[in-house]
């Protein structure tokens, strides 16, 4: 029976994508060492694995480690993704992800810290991680105005943006970018989040920093 809905889940993961934490089967994955590990191990045996951050709203399948170099090796080049975006595209992915998903997560650890500081009862930690802290969204007006020149232009940015809705990494509500059920998955954060904060970010940081050291020289020669 175990065999059977482990099956019928990772079925519906495929078909569906991802699946909220509140379904009951996924309810049941997150619950049941067992039933998870079948599930695991079947995944395993497809070159997939599970997709699973507590901080996250929903599961989801990726391909694994070591079936990665079969499906993105290709001749002399190494696919980026099988979604078919193009380099524009993933690049203002990474920009979303860093504008919804980091500032969501710094909140949900603060909050995660306060909670671990404020209880002394013995099961504390097995408590389901803070995800009420929704991710806030971001108007698109700032993707138009600070980021397109960088993007190819708006009208590039909002093909591709058309493109991260339909395949589930973002929502667009009211000319708002939100988070949608794949974007806090995508990207492993204990990766990707110090190369973007010490990285890029910091390099940004470091411009703006000396272009405001220069402007009143700027002003004064003038």
């Not at 995944?43 to 694995?49: S, Y």
């Not at 700032?142 to 940015?157: F, I, P, T």
């Not at 470091?206 to 402007?215: I, S």
Request: glycine share 6%.
């Amino acid at each position: 029976m175990s065999a059977s809905n482990c099956g019928k889940l990772i079925a519906r993961l495929l078909a569906e994508r991802t699946l909220p934490r509140s379904d009951r089967d996924v309810l049941r994955l997150l619950t049941d060492e067992g039933f998870r590990l079948e599930l695991e191990r079947r995944l395993a045996d497809c070159g997939l694995r599970l997709l699973d951050n507590p901080f996250a709203e929903h599961i989801a399948i990726a391909l694994s480690d070591t079936a990665e170099a079969t499906v993105f090796a290709s001749g002399d080049q190494w696919l980026s993704n099988t979604m078919g975006l193009q380099r524009d595209g993933v690049a203002l992915l990474v920009l979303l992800w860093a504008l919804i998903i980091l500032p969501k997560r710094e909140r949900q650890l603060a909050h995660q810290a306060d909670d671990a500081d404020g209880q002394n009862d013995m099961f504390a930690s097995a408590k389901p991680l803070p995800v009420t802290d929704a991710s806030r969204g971001i108007p698109e007006s700032v993707l138009r105005n600070d980021y397109a020149e960088q993007l190819g232009k708006w009208g590039r940015v909002n093909i591709n943006l058309g493109i991260l809705s339909r395949t589930g990494f973002i929502e667009r509500r009211n000319n708002v970018i939100y988070e949608g059920p794949l974007l806090d998955l995508v990207f492993d954060y204990s990766t990707l989040a110090p190369r973007i904060i010490e990285g890029a970010l910091a390099d940004l940081l470091a411009r703006r920093r000396a272009h405001a050291a220069d402007a009143p020289t700027e002003e004064g020669d003038r």
